[in-house]
């Protein structure tokens, strides 16, 4: 009798120490993971990095206690878009939801949408108060018809906006001559940005975005790069810009620059928006917009399109109409 009393203490207190001891995981398990996209300077999310619940294997889990925020909520009364790019996304910034995705993860040239990159690139490692030299093999470099002219001197903010504003291919590649000049490989430096930001699906070749053999990108890792730009201030600044005029160094060359962004008055509370087009990317286009005082913010990323503006104003409205943050 004795014996078996202790036989079933032992088991009792054993089964106490399995439910009270054993290590618990609160994260949820069965919950599908959401990742946010950097939404300030230095601030990096992996795509990839999800926390699995195979990677605790051997510790017990259990449901999570905290409220799970469902905004935005959609609205199923509302059907989806028809967009015929090659690939397309919508992506809630605050939730780190695809609202709506069309080949997210599919390479494709960018065009000028790389000039993104470039232009974090240029603000970490260049001085805009300096003064930059046109060089004869970065006039006309696009075969289109030059945006600088041969010896022509600007300061580097001006230059920035001819690059930014008029999308120039002069301006990035002077850009990256005067960086090569100091001993920095500006296209380097953008592929190792892309690498810290996560953007693993992602390689740049050249800093104007021509050369769609060899660069390519994703609409996942697209929004990684627009929410991250948005965190410049000028860049925000300047591709908000409809029409501003830059004058040479000398003040002999006026630059009247038109934004290559049509959808500037046609779509309220921009906060950053780029195009990109060549014979073999198409049309490319992406667009951050900001929703209400509360901070929402949804980033639009259209690849590969015949008509970037017409389907990238087609998916803000849509994700407007389909969805509700309150």
Known sequence: MILV???????????????????????????QAEVKAPTNPGQAHSMDSINSPQANSGQAFLLPVAETNYLPVRDLTVTEPIIEARAAALYDVNSGRFLYAQNVNKRLPIASVTKL???????????????????????????????LYRG???????????MLIKSSNDAALTFATQAQRQGIDLVAKMN?????????????????????????STAADLIKLVSYAAGYDL??????????????????????????????????????????HTDSALGTMVLEVGLNDGGDRIISV???SNDRFGETKKLIEWGKKAYSWK
């Open 192 to 216: 190792e940005k892309a690498q810290r930001l996560g953007m693993t699906n992602t390689h740049f070749s050249d800093p104007a975005g021509l050369d769609d053999q060899d660069a390519f």
């Open 302 to 304: 259209v690849l590969g």
């Open 5 to 31: 009393t202790i036989v079933l203490g032992g088991l009792v207190s054993g089964a106490v120490f399995f439910i009270f001891g054993y290590p618990v995981n609160t994260k949820t398990a069965n919950y």
């Open 117 to 147: 990159m470039t232009a974090i690139v240029v603000m970490d490692n260049l001085g805009l108060d300096d003064v930059y030299t046109v060089s004869a093999e970065n006039v006309n470099v696009d075969g289109l018809g030059a945006d």
């Open 152 to 162: 022509e001197q600007l300061s580097g903010k001006d230059l920035f906006k001819i």
């Open 235 to 276: 860049i925000s600044k300047l591709l908000t810009t409809r029409t501003a005029d830059v004058i040479s160094l000398d003040g002999r060359i006026n630059h009247h620059l038109i934004n290559t962004d049509q959808l500037l008055g046609q779509i309220s509370s921009i906060i950053l928006g780029k195009t990109g």
